[in-house]
């Protein structure tokens, strides 16, 4: 192995991006929403929990666009409210870590609303509760819910049965585990509803891929991702899940920007997809 000189660029073998390739790869790196109709049949169904102070369940394989869903939905309510109180938050979105306890759950919540996350379980429990009053929330949405321990279940359910809050409480997580990890029957009959962001067909997927094409990429010269071999190869990496596809379309097109293509490259595409961890190319090593 060969030691670089110290003082030396380690990186000096590779060209520079203009300044407009730096502007454009920045672009890509953020994360992208588009008022898509399923994301928008789905804001439509979390506003009828919303009104109606009900409970829900948003399940969906990883990476089928729960999150991305839920954030934007949280984000235009809460600007739609934003002028009718300043210590208002009509929705609070929270993302769990694995193995979720009762405490990391209201600290969650205590940070999003700013407020002070020290003291006991008991000292917590009240000052979340007493901070989803004061700030008006009205629908609670807890992503990753399948992290929770099956104990902490128990005050999800508390702060869903709180008369003075009278808040919309949305569960969201991976189909199968989400299901899993709920077996408090007071849970059970309280998530009845439920609704599945599921895989694209054929067609939605195809039209899929030339919007991300179009809208998200918006390279200089057309990539022709949804036409043949790129967008076979595509639909079997991607599994049709949007998640996936966004990730493995916007990494390519950086990629192939560093390159000096001013479209995604074929063989780098390949390169992006045999490298993501679903990959066929790498459950076979």
Known sequence: MTNTPTGTNPFEAFEPPSAEIKAE????????????????????WMYELLMSKSTGLLVGESRSGKTVTCKSCADKYNKFKSGKGKRIKPVVYIQIPVSCRSRTFFIKILKVLNKPTNGELDDLRER?????????????????????????????????????????VLLVG?????????????VIGRFLEEYELDRLDDKEFKQMVAIWERDVLK?????????GKNFNILKTATKKLIGRLDM????????????GYEKVDPEILK???SSTRWSNARKNN
């Not at 991976?174 to 007071?186: C, P």
């Not at 379309?249 to 390159?259: G, N, Y």
């Open 271 to 273: 390169q992006v997809m």
């Open 128 to 168: 979340a509760l007493d901070a989803l009053a004061i700030h008006k929330v009205e629908m609670l949405i807890v992503d990753e819910a399948n992290h929770f321990e099956q104990k902490t279940f128990g005050d999800v359910r508390h702060v869903y049965d709180e008369d003075e809050l009278n808040l919309a």
């Open 25 to 44: 790869i920045e672009r890509l790196s953020r994360q992208p929403y588009l008022d898509l109709e399923r994301v928008k049949n789905c804001h439509g």
């Open 219 to 227: 390279l200089s010269k057309p990539s022709n991702l949804a036409k």
């Open 174 to 186: 991976t189909t199968n585990r989400l299901h899993a990890v709920i077996k408090d029957e007071q």
């Open 248 to 259: 493995i379309l916007r990494k390519a097109a950086i990629r192939s920007l560093l390159h």
